[in-house]
Nanobody, 130 residues
Framework: QVQLVESGGGLVQAGGSLRLSCAAS????????MSWFRQAPGKEREFVAT????????YYADSVKGRFTISRDNAKNTVYLQMNSLKPEDTAVYSC???????????????????????WGQGTQVTVSS
């Protein structure tokens, strides 16, 4: 059983920063591609960022590119999302997800598809005020 637990959310003013963490059980982070998704009220869950299992590639939604950075620390079984220059439009529940092992080669099209992920955390709320 894989467990993903997000933390680090909160309330910040526009232009501020937050760093989200996703702690995983077992060796999940060390052997799996990991992604962040978010869901705002009344909207569908959308892709934010992905980092491949080796850490050799990262992918970002256009809306966060240049502002957010995904990283991982396999020794700590943790994936991070550093969020800078936050905008009110970033307000959402942010969830981390584990990529399916069957996906051998990841790209942006694969990453943004939530169906290519098999385990999800409970989410952490990020609220950005103007």
């Amino acid at each position: 059983q894989v467990q993903l637990v997000e933390s680090g959310g909160g309330l910040v003013q526009a232009g501020g920063s937050l760093r989200l963490s996703c702690a995983a059980s077992g060796r999940t982070v060390g052997t799996y591609t990991m992604s962040w998704f978010r869901q705002a009220p009344g909207k569908e869950r959308e892709f934010v960022a992905t980092i491949t299992w080796s850490g050799g590639a990262t992918y970002y939604a256009d809306s966060v590119k240049g502002r957010f950075t995904i990283s991982r620390d396999n020794a700590k079984n943790t994936v991070y999302l550093q969020m800078n220059s936050l905008k009110p439009e970033d307000t959402a529940v942010y969830s981390c997800a584990r990529g399916r092992s069957a996906v051998g080669r990841w790209d942006i099209a694969i990453a943004r598809n939530k169906n290519h992920h098999d385990y999800w955390g409970q989410g952490t709320q990020v609220t950005v005020s103007s």
